[in-house]
C-alpha cells in the first residue's frame, strides 16, 4: 500500500496565491516563511494542498513503509491546518499557551495567526523539527 500524500512538482506559489480570502493567504504565506527559516528546507507540495519542508523515511511494524514531511500546512475551507509529525502528545505547555485552537492526532487547527500566540507556534515547530531529528536523523 502506497501513501495517498506524496511530494510533487506542483508550484507552491500558485496553490499560494489561490488561498482565498486574503488574509487566510497572507497568513499561509507567514507559516511558509517561518517553516521554512526554522526548518532549512524550502517548501514543497504534497498531493493538491499540503506545504511540506523536509521529509523523512518511515517504517511501520506492519511493514509499511513510505516517505513524508517533517512539517506542513495547508488552508482548509474552515482553517489552516499546522502539521506536527510527532503528533501533540508532548505539547501540552505550549498548546496551553498558544491560543485559540483545536487539534487532531497530528493536526493543529487555526482559524487565523491573529488568534493564537505565533512566538509559542515557532517554538512548536522548533521541538517537532528536534524531536523528528532524533527520531528520523537527516
Not at 495517498?4 to 507567514?30: G, N, W
Amino acid at each position: 500500500m502506497t501513501n495517498k500524500t506524496v511530494a510533487t512538482e506542483a508550484s507552491v506559489e500558485t496553490y499560494l496565491a489561490a488561498i482565498d480570502p486574503a488574509q487566510k493567504q497572507e497568513d499561509c504565506r507567514e507559516i511558509c516563511a517561518m517553516m521554512e527559516r526554522l526548518s532549512g528546507h524550502p517548501p514543497k507540495m504534497w498531493g493538491p494542498s499540503i506545504v511540506g519542508f523536509g521529509e523523512y523515511h518511515y517504517k511501520y511494524d506492519s511493514g509499511r513503509e513510505g516517505e513524508f514531511l517533517r512539517i506542513g500546512f495547508a488552508a482548509r475551507a474552515q482553517n489552516i491546518s499546522v502539521y506536527l509529525m510527532p503528533g501533540y502528545d508532548d505539547f501540552s505547555d505550549e498548546l496551553s499557551r498558544l491560543g485559540k485552537h483545536k487539534k487532531g492526532k497530528s493536526c493543529l487547527y487555526i482559524k487565523r495567526l491573529s488568534d493564537i500566540d505565533v512566538n509559542v507556534l515557532e517554538e512548536m515547530i522548533v521541538k517537532d523539527l528536534e524531536i523528528m531529528q532524533e527520531k528520523y536523523p537527516e
